[in-house]
């Protein structure tokens, strides 16, 4: 019911909701964040949301405002390539390797100096990052890597494969899948340079733009708690609910064309986090 009072406004066919004002707010240096380029968005378990950038460091928001986590305050190299969080920790991948901050109950995070000399041992830049059973999987320039802190041992390891793009990708032969997620009944939705699929149920239903997409290159796809598919296209955002798509255009909130919604995440009160190249970060 959240999602639908807020987007009944635009909720219509895809060619009118072009022209529709959006209950977006944006989020860029004019606001605190200390570059406008973003690589990679996640949340921690008290709630705050990091935004990795591409020459500016690491931010921190908490809904009001940015803390700025780079190379002088934090030893945190400027290009953020990845991010992933456990229950106390928030890791970094960068073009120099991999950082670690400690976060602290009442927020006084900080480098989290062990650990970032056990991390050492592994050479960037970093491409990707995933926290699994206590053990950091990293996917750098050099090799794929498990640090496992139980042991305390960093050793080579294929980087854990994600199963929900693998099985996309079995079920399309031939076609190139940029990215995936399963909605709440279990079906697939697969994004790629040419347009949407779903396969569900044992059918295959592809969107583009004769039936729903005006802009059909999928740079990313996500789930959020109510079961809305979203999907992050070089133009702007498509959502589905229930059965069309409600589209947002990136031209109608700025000057700058061909940013791209590059990541996707959810706030704790169900709005949407929007990670885009040259516009910074959006709040839908």
Not at 43 to 58: K, M, V
Not at 246 to 260: C, E, I, N, Q, T
């Amino acid at each position: 019911m959240r999602f639908l009072l807020t987007i009944l406004a635009v909720l219509v066919f895809p060619s009118c909701a072009l022209s529709q004002t959006y209950p977006f707010r944006q989020y860029g240096t004019a606001q605190g964040l200390s570059e406008n380029f973003i690589t990679a968005i996640t949340q921690d378990h008290r709630g705050f949301l990091w935004i990795g950038t591409a020459d500016n460091g690491l931010n921190r928001f908490d809904g009001t405002r940015f803390v700025i986590f780079g190379p002088m305050d934090s030893n945190i190299p400027a290009r953020i390539t990845a991010l992933a969080v456990d229950s106390s920790r928030l890791f970094a991948g960068t073009s120099e390797g991999v950082r670690c901050l400690q976060l602290d109950a009442h927020a006084l995070d900080k480098a989290d100096s062990t650990l970032n000399r056990f991390l050492a041992a592994v050479p960037g830049p970093v491409r990707n990052l995933r926290y699994l059973d206590n053990c950091l999987y990293i996917l750098a320039a050099g090799g794929s890597f498990k640090a496992d802190f139980r042991r305390r041992e960093i050793t080579p390891a294929p980087f854990p494969r994600d199963s929900i793009l693998e099985e996309s990708s079995a079920m399309l032969p031939g076609v190139k899948i940029s990215c995936a997620t399963r909605d709440m009944r279990g079906g697939l939705w697969a994004g790629s340079p040419t347009g949407l699929y779903r396969l569900a149920n044992g059918e295959c239903t592809f969107f583009d733009n004769t039936n729903g997409l005006t802009e059909t290159r999928i740079t990313s796809v996500f789930t959020d708690r109510e079961g809305s598919i979203w999907c992050g296209t070089k133009g702007g955002a498509f959502c589905l609910v229930p059965d069309r798509f409600a589209s947002f255009s990136l031209v109608d909130l700025g000057p700058k064309r061909d940013a791209g919604v590059w990541s996707l995440a959810e706030n704790p009160d169900g709005s949407i986090w929007w990670g885009t190249i040259n516009k910074g970060a959006f709040l839908l």
